[in-house]
């Protein structure tokens, strides 16, 4: 499975982890695991960690995520700090994803190393 979802503390947050190619089915099937993990667990604080992921999944999919979201009644209180490798391919795909969650209300942003993400976050709990 090219993803994993866990909680992690300080800030308390629900850390997203992909790593190696991940297909369009699988970065679905990883929106829909969130969106559950998440009504469960009700924290506004998401750590994505993309470094480890080769290929991005398509732009349409991105685009039907942040749909999904809004569907399942993701709180746009939420932040998300995306942690991105130096990769320009992967980094265009997904400042698409930061621009339409702003545009959508969600509190996104980009980062290149886990600790200036924590410390992001940390100010939005």
Do not use: Q
Not at 61 to 80: A, H, L, W
Not at 95 to 119: P, Q, S, T
């Amino acid at each position: 499975m090219p993803f994993k979802i866990n909680t992690a503390t300080n800030p308390d947050r629900i850390e997203v982890t992909y790593s190696g190619v991940v297909s369009d089915e699988e970065f679905r099937r990883a929106i829909a695991e969130f969106i559950e993990f998440n009504s469960r667990k009700k924290c506004l604080l998401v750590l994505t960690d993309l470094r480890e992921m080769t290929v991005t999944p398509s732009i349409l999919n991105v685009y039907d995520s942040i749909n999904m979201f809004e569907k399942m009644g993701i709180d746009n209180r939420t932040s998300e700090a995306l942690i991105l490798p130096e990769n320009k391919f992967i980094e265009k795909n997904i400042k698409f994803y930061e621009n339409a969650c702003l545009n959508r209300g969600y509190n996104v942003r980009i980062f290149y190393n886990r600790e200036d993400a924590i410390a992001w976050l940390k100010m939005h709990e």
